[in-house]
């Protein structure tokens, strides 16, 4: 099933921490469709009553808080599952499909967002979180704001190209075009995360922002008495 899912996406996650716990022992042949049942009775208990969500910090501690499952998350999570045994059952000649009984939750009583919570910043408060990305991680700070400007994903914006004979910024037109993605590692994908291409009109003091950005890309500021570039730019930027 490696063709159905590919590294570093939201899928290769679901298929690490959710699918081959609960799978991943079992032979091929040997998962029924009682098997992919009652891993999704698992799910509605998650999403009445929730779960311990473990995270592994960076210093190797374990890091637990109880969470809901949405029952739109718990659709993100069958639907990789039945593109995983789909693709099993085609290549394994296998006589059915075990997740083809899976039914997705109903997410109408259940809305991702609503008035009382929009899951967005005030602009005050997105004033302030931008103000202090400048100061405390100025290399970062360009495409922190371009995704505020225009929503899309950090996957989205860091394989943008500035110049060159396929460059994204059409700097003098005021635009930016969203064609490629990057998950991980040095390989970029043809087209968003979405399987879309878009066209997003800035404002020019977006595009300021960029222009500096590139700018010091290519040469950073120095330190007056080392006539060294900072290490944030050393580290993130060289």
């Not at 999403?47 to 910090?57: E, N, P, Q, S, W």
């Not at 991980?184 to 979405?194: A, L, Q």
Request: charged letters at 25%; one cysteine or more; glycine letters at 6%.
């Amino acid at each position: 099933t490696a063709t159905a899912i590919s590294p570093g996406t939201a899928g290769e996650g679901t298929l690490r921490v959710h699918l081959l716990p609960h799978f991943g022992a079992m032979r091929c042949d040997e998962i029924r469709a009682w098997h992919a049942s009652t891993w999704r009775g698992e799910l509605a208990k998650m999403i009445a009553h929730g779960y311990d969500a473990v995270r592994t910090l960076s210093n190797g501690e374990k890091h637990v808080r109880r969470v809901m499952l949405s029952p739109s998350t718990a659709n993100t999570w069958i639907a990789v599952l039945r593109t995983l045994f789909g693709e099993m059952t085609s290549l394994l000649e296998l006589e059915r499909n075990p997740a083809s009984v899976l039914a997705f939750f109903d997410t109408s009583q259940r809305p991702t967002y609503t008035d009382e919570n929009p899951n967005s910043v005030t602009p005050d408060r997105a004033r302030a979180f931008l103000e202090e990305m400048h100061r405390a991680h100025p290399q970062h700070y360009a495409m922190t704001l371009l995704g505020f400007v225009t929503g899309q994903r950090p996957s989205t914006l860091r394989p943008l190209r500035a110049e060159g004979a396929e460059a994204d910024v059409e700097w003098s037109e005021g635009f930016i075009r969203f064609r490629r993605s990057h998950t991980i590692g040095d390989e970029f994908m043809v087209g968003t995360k979405t399987g879309t291409r878009e066209r997003v009109y800035v404002p020019e003091t977006v595009l300021d922002v960029l222009r500096e950005h590139r700018e010091t890309t290519r040469d950073p500021p120095r330190s007056e008495r080392w006539g060294k570039a900072p290490l944030w730019w050393r580290h993130a930027m060289a």
